[in-house]
């Protein structure tokens, strides 16, 4: 019986303050706030950084490699029983390896 009763009056804290959080500290977020300023005039500063996708697909591609060389060298110590998924997952990159070569998004390497 106590240890509903102090769930319950745990639950009801949280609950209280929850919601004197929202009362207080939501601040809504205006249309205005969110667009762009515009007055006519060129910006002097670009407002968005240029991000290169192909970039970040071999940045992707090198950390499932890297990945994989650990994977390479961890059956040695786990034994036989890893062996098997050891297979599946050089299959599996070796596939998903093939995919994205023929989609094309190896295309500018």
Do not use: H, R
């Amino acid at each position: 019986m106590f240890s509903y009763m102090l769930l319950f009056t745990i639950f009801l804290g949280v609950l209280f303050f929850f919601l004197v959080s929202v009362l207080f500290f939501f601040n809504p977020i205006l249309f205005n706030k969110s667009v762009a300023f515009e007055c006519g005039f060129q910006p002097f500063l670009s407002s968005g950084y240029v991000f290169s996708m192909p970039f970040f697909v071999i940045c992707l591609m090198f950390l499932l490699f890297d990945v994989e060389i650990v994977i390479v060298c961890f059956p040695s110590i786990c034994g036989l029983d890893f062996f098997c998924w050891f297979w599946v997952s050089i299959i599996l990159i070796f596939f998903a390896t093939c995919y994205e070569w023929k989609s094309g998004v190896l295309k500018w390497v």
